[in-house]
């Protein structure tokens, strides 16, 4: 006699999202720097950006920080880093 | 608030009676979450109408999905959101007879919305503890989005909605109050019913197989339809069924009464406050402790005495484990993949504890909380493992104290302060003794508030170890004639909760994960009457 169960899990399926393409070069785009407020992430991101900006001619380096490590990025914090051509989600600790 | 004199009419609205009009988009999570509220409006003296700012297919799939009982209209070209000129949505509106804006809420706002109620010589229509939160602002209004044209200009034609506005997009579940019945999983003859289980849904130990007659023996239990959405459950936010839920009790070995505990336990934790996100997703130790008090523990079996956070009863066992699966197969928090705790907690098979009340001098966890004794209740603290503190030789309800505050000291991390919180489990020969001298509960709590202290010479700002870098927020106070740093930012940092055998003088201190808005928030929810 086959054994039914009912299955207990999360049925949905998440639509599988396609990466950008790779930046070719890092000359003259606009970088998203998000720090995840994580102590120490700001030391890291601080010397990104003097690497994008000194050895890379990135055009534009914009700076965000979520208002806590522990909880998903508010809309507008991700509203704000809409148009860069690519973002650097700093971890830190 | 603009009386929007100049505004078209609102279609459906009725001359000489109070309206309720609420301007909302389909995919804004907030409106989501309080339109289905009206509907416990009585619309005999009121009319109740919701104005979506997006198309008639986006519109009808949010009526549809979240069974909508009151008329929706399409604010067509955005014309009366430009005269009303919400910033965001949901807004609502309270019309007098006349038509005339008496009074405004913006976005979700559980007390608001039943002063509103109240206005209307209603009963309150959002309930404390249905698991979404007291309070969630909105989004902005579709009106203000920068790709439509500035307030003003009414005489542009009928606008298109925004490509991406539509909520019904590729099908999108929105915040639904019924979801999909779960599938059906017939095993080969010659499958292993329960090592299939075990690999498939398992806690790495074997379960019970959730076969279909068990379920709904479960689910029946609930008094609910199957597929009645209880709470989303990060971090994938998969949808909790009654059905879903029940299959992982049945997993876990519960009574099919324990639904009426398992239900109010699942809209708890999935509480914005509680933020089980970042509680299931964190590299620290937290498991979310399960606190049960009242007459359920007579009533189903749970336990609050010797052995209280082991292997000793069936209903806390069951109970915590059901949760920690429904954690694990809805939630998607498994620990071999995106729950990455560097060293987890053995609470992640079953944490689940009742109050010895009968052993509390005091009052009870949950009177303490805010409900009355003979409600039971169930919370939740996001919790390290406990750490025993031992005192058998201290005859001083103090000294206890004083012993415990040192076990207190080292939560979270030893020089850490003002961030973590802690419960502190007092066994009953403990509390005897600390009652015996005369000291209530909120004096036990003020003494460990103001005797754990850091000593300052343990802080060195060359070795940079955790809690020295905010060492500048701390207040200084003096313990035993030294100077500290203060461990806790308020008493209240600081819960007592009493349980355990009446033999040994074994208490326990359990620290914190972050904690406060930025973190997670203890909550505690009424489980309904038998």
Redesign the interface.
Known sequence: MPVTIVHPGNESRPKAATPPARLASLAGKKIGLLDISKPGGSFFLDRLEEILRTKHGVAEVLRTKKPTFSKNAPPQIIEQLRGMDAVVEGLAD | MPQAQNAPPIPGLLPGKKAVVVIFETDCPTCQLALPYLNALKQDSVQVIGLSQDDERSTREFVGQLKISYPVELDSGLKISRAYDPHNVPTFYLLDESGQVQQTLVGFDKKGLNELAAELGQPSIAPADDGAPAWKPG?SSRHLHPSQPKSGSLGTPDLEPEADGGAAE?GA?LLRRSG?P????????E?D?FEY?RK??GDALPVI????EK?EAMVKASGLAKETVVAR?PP?Y??ATV??I???AV?AGCVPEMMRVLLPLVRAACDERF?I??VQA?THFAAPLVMINGPVRQELGFWSKQNVFSNVARANSSLGRAFQ?ILL????GRPDGIDMSALGNPGKFSFCIAENEEENPWEPFHVTRGLKREQSAVSLFAAEPPRGVSEHTAPAGKTVLETISFALATVWSYRTCLMPEAIVILCPEHVKTIHRDGITKEQARQFLFENTGIPVRHYSKEERAEGT?LAANYKEITVRGEKCYQKFRSPEAISIFVAGGTAGKFSAVIGSW?TGP???QMVTYPIPDK
């Open positions: 989004c590729n579940k999909d779960a599938s059906r999983i017939t095993l080969r003859d499958e019913a289980c498939q849904f197989p959730p076969t279909v379920v459950v994938f998969g949808e059905e879903k029940a299959a992982n997993m933020n996100h970042g964190t699966l197969n809805i939630g998607g870098q972050s930025a973190g997670s």
